[in-house]
């Protein structure tokens, strides 16, 4: 059974600090690029971050650049997002997605979210 499973949400003050892990199962994660998605109350999910099956090449979404990293640990099969220097917009629902694009398959996984709420 194929599982991503995030954690490390909370409430934060603005100017504070959370990790966000993601842990895979269920799949061969370092066949995997994995992501982060946002999803802001009445909003549309938001683009956050990403990073590429080894680790060498990340990505991040303008508004969250210089203060979020994407890093993944392909032994532990889990990906994080470390987010620093939060701020009230960040405030979401965190979901990771896996995705794989092969020449003849393709497969897209996601997490059920972690809520991540930034405020004084």
């Known amino acids: 059974e194929v599982q991503l499973v995030e954690s490390g949400g909370g409430l934060v003050q603005p100017g504070g600090s959370l990790r966000l892990s993601c842990a895979a199962s269920g799949f061969t994660f370092s066949n995997y690029a994995m992501s982060w998605v946002r999803q802001a109350p009445g909003k549309g999910p938001e683009w956050v971050s990403a990073?590429?099956?080894?680790?060498?090449?990340?990505t991040y979404a303008d508004s969250v650049k210089g203060r979020f990293t994407i890093s993944r640990d392909n032994a532990k099969n889990t990906v994080y997002l470390q987010m620093n220097s939060l701020k009230p917009e960040d405030t979401a629902i965190y979901y990771c997605?896996?995705?794989?694009?092969?020449?003849?398959?393709?497969?897209?996984?996601w997490g059920q979210g972690t809520q991540v709420i930034v405020s004084a």
């Open positions: 997605n896996a995705k794989f694009r092969g020449p003849f398959s393709s497969n897209d996984y």
């Open positions: 990073i590429t099956t080894g680790g060498g090449s990340t």
